[in-house]
C-alpha cells in the first residue's frame, strides 16, 4: 500500500472552512489543527510506514488528526470514524476538507498503529508536538514529575481463573500432535474448553480445595511433558505463562497444593493482559493495572516525556527515561556551538514529591549538576524515638555521633553503603528509652546515597525551598488530570499490553499538547520554523 495524499484544494463552496471560520474560537484544537494540521502532520512524515507503490492509502495526515482528536474525547474506534464522517468540525480540523469527504472504516486506525508500532519511531506524533514547542522556545530546562494508574482493561482473576486460563492458553498455543499428548496427561475431568468456573459448591471448604490441588495438578503435568522439548515461541511464552501463575499463588502442604498465604511481589493478575500488575498509588489507594509517566515543562506546560510501567513499579524508576533530554543534551556538532551553549545553558532543575527521592535518582541529578528540587521523605523511628536524623553522620570521618554524644565507626558494605552499631553501651545511656530497644543497641544503616538523601531532607524542610515547590510543582498535577479527565482511554486503557497502552498514553499526551499549543497561540512561519502569538 502507497502512502495516500491530503487533497490541497477543498471545494470552494463545499469546503467546511467557511461553515466553521467564526463559529469556533481561534484557540480551539480544531481550529489549531485546521491551520497547522499539513505543517505539523504532513503526509511525507508517514511516508516510511508505507510502501512505494500499490493502492493509495487513506491520507495519514487525515488519520493522525483523527487520532488526535480521537484521544482527546475518549472514543473507540467505530465512534472516532464515526465522529469523522459526521461532525463537521473534525473535517475542518483536517485541513477543511469538503462536506461530502468520504470517511473511512475503523480497520484504518489499527492499522495505522500497527504501522506505527513496527517502526523505528512509534512515538512520532508526540515527538511532533514536543519538537513544534521546542522550536517556539516553550521548552526549557526545568521539568516537573509525576504520575498516575492506568486501570487495565480486563478483569482481575482470582487463583482458579488463573490457572484453567493460562492451561486453556497453553493447549491452544500447542500443534495438534502436542495438544493430545498434553490432555493424556490431564488427570481431572475439567476438558478446558470454556472460560467459565467448574460447578461445585463454593460455600464448601474441602471442594474449594480440592478442586485448586486437582486443577495444579494438570498444570504440573503439563509442564513435566514439556520439559528439556524446544518449543515455538507461542508454545513456549504460554508454557512460561502457565508457570509463573503455578508458582506464584500456590503452596505444597504435604502432598496437597493450596492457596499460598502470601501475595507474590510481581503477581501476574491476568492471563489475558500478563503485564499488568497490583500497584499503590498511595498505601490506601490500590488499582489494578499500568502507571503512565509524564514529564512536564512548567512554564509552558507542554508534555515533554511520557512512559509507560507495570502498576507495580516505583515512580522512580522510569524518570532517567523521562528526563533524558536535560540529563543527556544533545551535543552541538562544533566547539564553537558548544561553548556558546555552555554560556547560555541554564541549569536544569527538576520537581518531584516524595516518590522520586529515592538515592539512585538524586545521586543520578547530582552527576548531571540538576538543580533538585525532588522532595525526600524525613527520616522517622517506631513510638516516636529518634529518627535518623538526630544523628550526626560524617561520611568523610566514618563515623556517626549519636543524641548522648557517642561516636561509632561505620562498618562498610560491598554495596558502599555501611553500618554504625553503638552496641551494649545503648543499655547504660540515659537516652536509651528514647532511642532504642534494641538488645543489642541502635543501628543506623548508611545506604550509599546517603549523602544525596540527607541533603534532600535538609532542603525539604526548609521554608524557602519548600514555597518554591509548591509553587511549581502543582502544575503537573493539573496536566495529569487533564490526561485522565476521560474514562474511557484516559483513566482505563483501550488496550491490553504495555507497549499499546504506552502508545496510547503518548498519543494523549500529543492531544493535550496541540490543545495547549493552541492556547498559547501556536503558527508556523514561512521558513518552516514556529512561533507564538499569545502570552
Not at 477543498?10 to 491551520?35: D, K, Q
Request: hydrophobic share 40%; aromatic share 6%.
Amino acid at each position: 500500500m502507497a502512502v495516500g495524499r491530503t487533497p490541497m484544494q477543498p471545494g470552494l463552496l463545499s469546503s467546511t472552512a467557511g461553515f466553521c471560520e467564526g463559529r469556533l474560537a481561534p484557540n480551539s484544537i480544531y481550529t489549531v489543527l485546521h491551520r497547522e494540521c499539513r505543517a505539523l502532520f504532513p503526509d511525507e512524515m508517514f511516508a516510511d510506514l508505507f510502501a512505494e507503490d500499490g493502492r493509495r492509502s487513506v491520507p495519514p495526515m487525515i488519520v493522525a488528526v483523527v487520532m488526535v482528536l480521537q484521544r482527546l474525547e475518549g472514543l473507540s474506534d467505530r465512534e472516532a470514524v464515526e465522529r469523522f464522517a459526521f461532525d463537521v468540525r473534525w473535517k475542518y480540523a483536517a485541513g477543511g476538507l469538503d462536506f461530502d469527504h468520504p470517511g473511512f472504516v475503523h480497520t484504518v486506525l489499527v492499522d495505522m498503529r500497527a504501522r506505527l508500532a513496527a517502526s523505528a519511531r512509534p512515538d512520532r506524533i508526540f515527538e511532533r508536538t514536543v519538537e513544534v514547542a521546542a522550536q517556539a522556545g516553550l521548552v526549557g530546562r526545568r521539568r516537573v514529575l509525576d504520575s498516575a494508574p492506568i486501570y487495565d482493561a480486563v478483569a482481575t482473576q482470582d487463583t482458579i481463573t488463573l490457572i484453567r486460563s493460562a492451561v486453556r492458553g497453553l493447549l491452544r498455543a500447542a500443534d495438534h500432535v502436542l495438544r493430545a499428548q498434553l490432555r493424556a496427561v490431564i488427570s481431572s475431568e475439567d476438558t478446558y474448553t470454556s472460560a467459565g468456573k467448574p460447578a461445585i459448591d463454593w460455600t464448601d471448604p474441602a471442594e474449594r480445595e480440592a478442586l485448586v490441588d486437582s486443577r495444579a495438578r494438570d498444570g504440573y503435568a503439563l509442564l513435566a511433558v514439556l520439559e528439556g522439548r524446544v518449543l515455538g515461541q507461542e508454545t513456549d511464552q504460554a508454557a512460561r505463562l502457565l508457570a509463573t501463575v503455578l508458582g506464584q499463588d500456590l503452596e505444597q502442604d504435604g502432598n496437597v497444593f493450596k492457596i499460598a498465604r502470601k501475595v507474590a511481589r510481581d503477581r501476574v493478575i491476568s492471563t489475558v493482559d500478563p503485564e499488568a500488575r497490583h500497584g499503590h498509588k498511595t498505601v490506601n489507594r490500590s488499582f489494578d493495572g499500568y502507571k503512565g509517566h509524564a514529564a512536564e515543562d512548567p512554564d509552558s506546560e507542554i508534555v515533554t516525556a511520557t512512559a509507560v510501567t507495570a502498576g507495580n513499579v516505583g515512580d522512580a524508576e522510569p524518570a532517567a527515561e523521562l528526563l533524558a533530554d536535560v540529563l543527556h543534551p544533545a551535543t552541538p556538532a562544533t566547539p564553537a556551538e558548544q561553548a556558546e551553549q555552555a554560556e547560555q545553558a541554564e541549569q536544569a532543575e527538576v520537581y518531584g514529591d516524595a516518590a522520586y527521592g529515592t538515592g539512585p535518582l538524586l545521586a543520578e541529578l547530582a552527576r548531571a549538576d540538576v538543580k533538585v528540587m525532588v522532595k525526600v521523605q524525613a527520616a522517622n523511628a517506631p513510638g516516636g524515638r529518634f529518627s535518623k536524623d538526630a544523628f550526626v553522620i560524617d561520611l568523610a570521618a566514618g563515623q556517626v555521633t549519636c543524641p548522648n554524644q557517642v561516636t561509632t565507626p561505620i562498618r562498610p558494605h560491598r554495596d558502599g553503603g555501611g553500618a554504625a552499631r553503638f552496641g551494649a553501651g545503648c543499655a547504660t545511656c540515659p537516652l536509651s528509652a528514647q532511642c532504642t530497644t534494641a538488645r543489642d543497641g541502635r543501628v543506623i544503616s548508611i545506604g550509599p546515597h546517603e549523602e544525596h538523601l540527607a541533603q534532600g531532607r535538609a532542603h525539604s524542610a526548609d521554608p524557602v525551598w519548600l514555597a518554591a515547590y509548591r509553587a511549581t510543582r502543582p502544575k503537573v498535577e493539573r496536566k495529569i488530570a487533564h490526561l485522565m479527565r476521560r474514562r474511557h482511554g484516559g483513566r482505563r486503557a483501550r488496550v491490553r499490553g504495555r507497549v499499546k497502552v504506552g502508545a496510547d498514553f503518548s498519543l494523549l499526551a500529543a492531544a493535550a499538547n496541540i490543545a495547549r499549543l493552541g492556547v498559547l497561540g501556536i503558527m508556523s512561519t514561512a521558513g518552516g520554523n514556529w512561533t507564538i502569538t499569545a502570552g
